[in-house]
Each structure stands twice: as structure tokens, then as C-alpha cells.
Nanobody, 128 residues
Framework: QVQLVESGGGLVQAGGSLRLSCAAS????????MGWFRQAPWKEREFVAA???????YYADSVKGRFTISRDNAKNTVYLQMDSLKPEDTAVYYC??????????????????????WGQGTQVTVSS
């Protein structure tokens, strides 16, 4: 059974930092892109960042320069380092894995339809 388990969420003041982790089990995702999406109350889930199997990274404009996605294939884990957090970053953050191997490109990897496996989500709350 494939599982993605997020951790690292919490409450932080504006300007602070958090590091989210997503540990995958049940199969390896070294040939698949991994991503992070988020959903704020009363809003649709939106793309945050993705990393391809080659290590190429992609970001939403709203987080570019503040968030960094990375992966450790040996640990089957993907990370999201979030710096300079803002109240508008408050949301449930979801880790996800691409359904197809070797997919690259921003247009493809920002689309939720590219992803098949999802974590349960971790809450990030940024106070002003």
C-alpha cells in the first residue's frame, strides 16, 4: 500500500520558517515528479511547488524566492522549506506524487491531474 505522510506543519509568526517533510512508503518515486499543493479555507487547492525526477524545480509565483522544494531519493522523501512566511500562506499543505514516470515541465507539473498519490495534509498557520 502506497502512503505519503506529511509532517512539519504548525503555527508560526509572519516572517518565520517551517520545513515540511513528506515520507513515501510502499514504492519508490525516484523516477516520478513530486509536488506540494495547498488549500486555504474556502479556496480551491492550488499548486505550490514541484520537483521532477531530474531535480528540476518549479514554483508558483506566490512562493517563488521564499519556498524551496527538494528531494532525497535514498530516503524516498520530499521536502518543502518555507521561509519569510506570510499570513496568506496559511493552508493545509498536501504532498503528492506524479502518476507517470519521467514527466517534466511546469505546465504539466502544476496541474493536479498529473498526480495520483496524495498525503493526508498538514496544517500551516501563519499569524500576523
Amino acid at each position: 500500500q502506497v502512503q505519503l505522510v506529511e509532517s512539519g506543519g504548525g503555527l508560526v509568526q509572519a516572517g518565520g520558517s517551517l520545513r515540511l517533510s513528506c515520507a513515501a512508503s510502499g514504492r519508490t518515486f525516484s523516477t516520478n515528479a513530486m509536488g506540494w499543493f495547498r488549500q486555504a479555507p474556502w479556496k480551491e487547492r492550488e499548486f505550490v511547488a514541484a520537483i521532477s525526477y531530474t531535480g528540476t524545480t518549479y514554483y508558483a509565483d506566490s512562493v517563488k524566492g521564499r519556498f524551496t522544494i527538494s528531494r532525497d531519493n535514498a530516503k524516498n522523501t520530499v521536502y518543502l522549506q518555507m521561509d519569510s512566511l506570510k499570513p496568506e500562506d496559511t493552508a493545509v499543505y498536501y504532498c503528492t506524487a506524479d502518476r507517470a514516470p519521467f514527466r517534466i515541465g511546469f505546465t504539466a507539473l502544476r496541474d493536479q491531474a498529473a498526480y495520483f498519490y496524495w498525503g493526508q495534509g498538514t496544517q500551516v498557520t501563519v499569524s500576523s
